[in-house]
């Protein structure tokens, strides 16, 4: 089945340690995305990739960092520098070749400083 | 700058009657507008969109209306179902970049 799957679901960090959150997807998709949620509170885009190799800074980018090594893959590292990291994380991709479609989510990952 | 706006943190509606959702957006180079519902501790899902091209798109039970004019959009659900309960966000789309709105908590109640 195609699909988004990120993982782990759920995730304990210490304070100082960096965290890898991974997202595969196997919908051929160009574009992918990573937004964060806060309890009561929107999704609010972190970072975004259209090709391989390309990515940009959504509006939360500060102590996160990403990577598009692959097409299907797009992990995002929450850093000791984000200082706070606790929140529920999502990952997204939409085929940017196509005008007016959709973007399909992953079931999200939990993270939680400890 | 928040350009995807829903005002109503929440809405309370009587099963078999209609939910109306709204949303604003504040920038003129969005050309594409999505709805997508949401459960706790579980990725968005797709509900339905609309082209700036059009005012109108119906679905089923979900119907949703563009005013450009206005930078206003609204989804309409009737009647209104007990299983409709959830977090509605709205989303829309320039270029790449997807930006969404803080969502609405729809309860509606048997």
Redesign the interface.
């Known amino acids: 089945d195609g699909g988004i799957t990120q993982s782990p679901k759920y995730l304990f960090r210490k304070e100082g340690q960096n965290v890898t959150l991974s997202c595969e997807q196997n919908l051929n998709h160009d574009a992918m995305y990573w937004y964060r949620q806060d309890p009561g509170q929107g999704l609010r885009l972190i970072y975004y990739s259209q090709i391989v190799n390309d990515f940009q800074k959504g509006d939360i980018a500060e102590g996160y960092s990403v990577s598009r090594e692959k097409k299907e893959s797009f992990p995002l590292t929450v850093t000791s520098a984000q200082k706070n990291p606790t929140a529920f994380y999502l990952c997204a991709s939409r085929d940017s070749l196509l005008s007016g479609n959709t973007i399909y989510f992953g079931e999200g990952s939990w993270l939680t400083v400890v | 700058d928040q350009q995807v706006k829903?005002n109503s943190?929440s809405l309370s509606v009587q099963e078999g009657r209609i939910s109306i959702l709204n949303c604003d957006y504040t920038n003129s180079m969005f050309?594409?507008f999505?709805w997508?519902k949401k459960y706790p501790?579980?990725?968005?899902?797709?509900l339905i969109?609309i082209?700036s091209i059009k005012d109108k798109n119906e679905d089923g039970r979900f119907t949703v209306f563009l005013n450009k004019s206005a930078k206003h959009l609204s989804l309409h659900i009737v009647p209104s179902q007990p299983g409709d309960s959830a977090v509605y966000?709205c989303?829309a789309?320039y270029g790449?970049?997807?930006?969404?709105?803080?969502?609405t908590i729809l309860r509606v109640k048997s």
């Open positions: 829903q943190p050309d594409y999505l997508y501790a579980e990725g968005p899902t797709f969109s082209s966000f989303a789309v790449n970049k997807l930006v969404f709105g803080a969502g």
